[in-house]
């Protein structure tokens, strides 16, 4: 799929910078490409699947808050529908906050914000000279006329600027290019499809919120459907309906009502939304512990990081960070971490 999106990319720049075509002629020529893209196709899930997730989560709050809990609770009292109604519409709350703050929050890499290469070069030669001036006076090694020596060990590969050609400027050590963003994201850890927007330095610890929020009401959301379905669908229908294949057919051939075949997908939906969500924010808080990204886990890179675990989370979150589960703090409290030079990592 990477290889196949860094074609697109290769032949969108290509068509652009083409001086023997008109406007015209390019944009005729990039609507042609779009149409060859599949329904699946990484560009038509980035554009397609926020609004299926704010769907879902608009019709599970209306069918769970208006519809299931005054059925299932109405033995209990006003006040307890009224207090259980409340805190499902706070988790959906929090779940639409926190998407919107991860769809909006860029971790885009900025040379003027957050510094430049030149920048980095003259901070390492500091570093360098002041190593080797340390050194030579304890050891008596001579300093060479450029201010390192012949046992300074060289910076891996992976933790050196590289030049992108896309946004033609150099950048940062884990800071890769994203071609359905078009930028370069800082600390970036992958592309998020549902907030079309890349996961990196700044919006990780809304993603981690949202992961949180969206498998707590997946969870509560699931075990009050199935009670839902068995008091109120099943009496009038059969347990065949309870299969998403059949319940979708008979929907959509008028032989079940249109609430019949909504509450039997959206309960199948919840119980696939558990496990993702679930998985991804197992992953995420491994990430954060490990202070690793998910490409440097996946591909065994070595990061020697001996910050503690309470530090870790501060590089995410900020101060405070358990605020952020309840009222995002992004402006306030900002990750403690600096996202170009990396002085806490020891290579």
Known sequence: ????ISSQADIVRDTARDKSRTLQQKLALHLEERRKEPAASPRNLNKYLPFIFLAEVSIVWYYGTCQAIPLLYADFGQEVIITIQAVCSFMAFEMVL???CVFSVSS?????RHGTYLEFLDRQNTDIQGTTSASAKKQGTPRSTNGSTSGTPARPPYWSWRYCTICDQPRPPRCHHCVLCNRCSLKRDHHCYFSRNCIGYRNLRHYTVMMFW???SSVVGFVHALPFIFMEVLPSTGYVDMLPFVAFFRWVFGYSHFRVGLVILGTWMLALFIIFTTFMLFEIIRCVLKGKTSFEIDNNIKINDSRSVNSKLRAAFG???LINFLLPMHWRFHPEEDPVFWPTINQ
Do not use: H, R, V
């Open 214 to 216: 969206c498998c707590l």
């Open 319 to 321: 101060d405070f960070w």
């Open 98 to 100: 926190n998407w919107w």
């Open 108 to 112: 885009d890499y900025d040379p003027q």
């Open 1 to 4: 799929m990477d290889i196949k």
